[in-house]
């Protein structure tokens, strides 16, 4: 088995269901025997980190995200009602509650801690409406924390933890790393993120899914010229790697869900292709999947 890499620590960014590019990612790493120390996801890249970190890995995990089971979980009946309430600005502040996803997971996962995650750790970005603060938390129900991160505003209402309500991690700490910054423990960053292959041209129509993707990209765009500043001042070896994807629908076939994973796995090997030098990974062959 695939030993962690000591003080390496991998950020998955949000993006709009992005976790199959993220899961493709993971999983051409770990083949690599690149084990991240650390794991710090926003929306999601929460559910492909967290899934990842709690033992769902290689083809188990691949056939579980293109599974119609998990595929469906994001969706329940009664968003017909809520739809209605959103557009109306009256009884649903979102359209999909949750609950199948939550139930998927925890049949899963059970009643796993965050904290009880060791190899690697994880930590999960939230928005936490009732502070009205962004927050990477480290302790909690994996599940809970997993869905909170990942419920995009107005797509998803919000969730309530231990009495707070929680939103999109995207929203505040679209690739949360800031973290790290003067933690001693973690030397590398690797940040993955995710892109459209067609950008909305300035002016053009631009569909709910891409206004919600613009908002989290402007307070986060100022913020990351602050954190390479800091990551420089802090000695710390930032490395972006970026998969450029087919734009995906709210609904996934399987086959479509295969090809954004693939283009995450694409990436992965590309990047691995390049991590030979002094200053890059050397790669170890993993153990073979037992799956």
């Avoid at 209605?84 to 899963?108: H, Q």
């Avoid at 690797?190 to 307070?219: C, D, Q, W, Y």
Wanted: aromatic share 10%; net charge neutral.
């Amino acid at each position: 088995m695939a030993t962690s890499e000591k003080g390496l620590g991998l950020s998955l960014a949000s993006s709009f269901f992005g976790h199959y590019a993220h899961c493709g990612f993971l999983c051409e790493l770990e083949k690599a025997g690149v084990i991240p120390a650390r794991i710090a996801g926003a929306s999601a890249g929460a559910l492909a980190g967290g899934m990842w970190a709690a033992g769902l890995r290689g083809t188990a995990l691949k056939d579980e995200i293109l599974s119609f089971g998990f595929r469906r979980s994001f969706f329940d009946f009664s968003a017909v009602w809520r739809i209605l309430g959103v557009l109306s600005w009256s009884y649903s502040p979102g359209i999909f509650e949750g609950s199948r996803m939550s139930k998927r997971l925890t049949d899963l996962f059970g009643e796993l801690q965050i904290e009880d995650l060791t190899e690697p750790r994880l930590d999960l970005a939230v928005a936490n409406l009732s502070k009205s603060v962004g927050e990477i938390r480290s302790s909690g129900r994996l599940v809970d924390f997993i869905i909170a991160s990942f419920s995009m505003p107005l797509v998803f209402c919000p969730r309530t933890i231990n009495g707070e309500r929680f939103l999109d991690g995207g929203i505040s700490n679209e690739t949360p790393y800031a973290h790290w910054l003067d933690d001693p423990e973690v030397e590398r960053i690797l940040v993955h993120k995710i892109r459209m292959e067609s950008e909305t041209p300035r002016g053009g129509f631009m569909n709910p899914g891409k206004v919600i993707a613009a908002i989290h990209e402007i307070p986060n765009a100022e913020l990351e010229v602050y954190r390479r500043r800091h990551a420089e001042a802090s000695g710390k070896e930032l490395i972006f790697v970026e998969t450029v994807q087919p734009a995906p629908g709210l609904v996934q076939s399987r086959k479509q869900g295969l090809v954004l994973f693939e283009a995450g796995a694409a990436t992965a090997r590309k990047w691995l292709e390049k991590q030979n030098g002094p200053s890059g990974f050397r790669t170890k062959p993993s153990s073979p999947d037992p799956r």
